[in-house]
């Protein structure tokens, strides 16, 4: 039996996750993908296919891939999804565990005003 590594392991956990999860025009699902060097989020209406609001740490001046740039992600999608009047998402953590950076930018979206 081979073993599975990181990356397949999660997107494993991905894929379970998405089914259960889709967003709509009156609630987007929030989507989250961190790599090396950066953290993504994106607001998306998956009835539709667009995207509505995407952050990432490159519109952040002097935002370190770490806890602190997670809260300014979180903050600002946050500030983006008010500009548009969406208060209601759906979360979709990508597969990732509920903790460190994810956890820290689902609760400063949440302290922003997002529902989930």
Request: charge should be positive.
């Amino acid at each position: 039996m081979n073993k599975m590594d990181k990356k397949q392991l999660r997107l494993k956990r991905r894929r379970r996750v998405r089914a259960k999860v889709s967003g709509t025009d009156k609630r987007p699902r929030l989507s989250i993908y961190k790599s090396l060097t950066n953290i993504y989020a994106q607001l998306i209406d998956d009835m539709a296919g667009k995207t509505l609001v995407q952050v990432n740490l490159k519109e952040i001046s002097k935002a370190g891939n770490n806890l602190e740039g997670a809260k300014q992600i979180g903050k600002l999608i946050a500030q983006k999804a008010q500009e548009m009047k969406i208060t209601e998402i759906v979360f979709d953590r990508g597969g990732y565990k509920y903790h460190g950076k994810v956890k820290a930018l689902a609760e400063e979206a949440r302290k922003g005003g997002l529902n989930f």
